[in-house]
T-cell receptor, first 118, second 118 residues
Framework: AQTVTQSQPEMSVQEAETVTLSCTYDTSESDYYLFWYKQPPSRQMILVIRQEAYKQQNATENRFSVNFQKAAKSFSLKISDSQLGDAAMYFCAYRSDYYGGSQGNLIFGKGTKLSVKP | GAVVSQHPSRVICKSGTSVKIECRSLDFQATTMFWYRQFPKQSLMLMATSNEGSKATYEQGVEKDKFLINHASLTLSTLTVTSAHPEDSSFYIC??????????????FGPGTRLTVL
């Protein structure tokens, strides 16, 4: 079974600074997808960024980028120029390749609570 | 992006009663919907996967007779908590997806339903 581990329960960053959230996962599959989700106090899950395992290039979405190390099974999220609105719970998630037999459900890590100091 | 709604957003009920939560995909047809449960300050735990027109697949440890899931149409899935007890109090989140070999099958999340059982 696949597992996702986030070893940082809480992180703090100064506004405008950069912060990196860690995520490791365990799987025997070769094709899969990785995601970072943001959950603000409203509890609405928001997709931040995604990475296809077959792509070597790290995904980037504006101020958000990932460091995907497939061999090490590591998938960290870097937030640059942190803003007050970035304060939230961040969940790392794994999804098997749908056509490998999976129904597409996500496996979540325990989350990292990010605080942004003004 | 696609929109998923949940109703009600918040419900309080007495112990022993049943509560129905609706999950609707508003602008797309969702062949697969997922139901998650989230306890305070914890991660999302998958409860079950429902496919339109077929029986839901429950995760290990989830009582099928207590959490009834019906995916009656391509835009509606319902979760009924039967004979609710205080320990069923939680935040319930649904998500919907469109299996498509051309995409990475993004899951679109509803805003969640907070259930409190007195």
């Amino acid at each position: 079974a696949q597992t996702v581990t986030q070893s940082q329960p809480e992180m703090s960053v100064q506004e405008a600074e950069t912060v990196t959230l860690s995520c490791t996962y365990d799987t025997s599959e070769s094709d899969y997808y990785l995601f970072w989700y943001k959950q603000p106090p409203s509890r609405q899950m928001i997709l931040v960024i995604r990475q296809e395992a077959y792509k070597q290039q790290n995904a980037t979405e504006n101020r958000f980028s990932v460091n995907f190390q497939k061999a090490a099974k590591s998938f960290s999220l870097k937030i640059s120029d942190s803003q007050l609105g970035d304060a939230a719970m961040y969940f790392c998630a794994y999804r098997s390749d749908y056509y490998g037999g999976s129904q597409g459900n996500l496996i979540f890590g325990k989350g990292t609570k990010l605080s942004v100091k003004p | 992006g696609a929109v998923v709604s949940q109703h009600p957003s918040r419900v309080i009920c007495k112990s022993g009663t049943s509560v129905k939560i609706e999950c609707r995909s508003l602008d797309f047809q969702a062949t697969t919907m997922f139901w998650y449960r989230q306890f305070p300050k914890q991660s999302l735990m998958l409860m079950a996967t429902s496919n339109e027109g077929s029986k839901a697949t429950y995760e290990q440890g989830v009582e099928k007779d207590k959490f009834l899931i019906n995916h009656a149409s391509l835009t509606l899935s319902t979760l009924t908590v039967t004979s609710a007890h205080p320990e069923d109090s939680s935040f319930y989140i649904c998500s919907a997806t469109i299996p498509d070999f051309r995409s990475y099958n993004e899951q679109f999340f509803g805003p969640g339903t907070r259930l409190t059982v007195l």
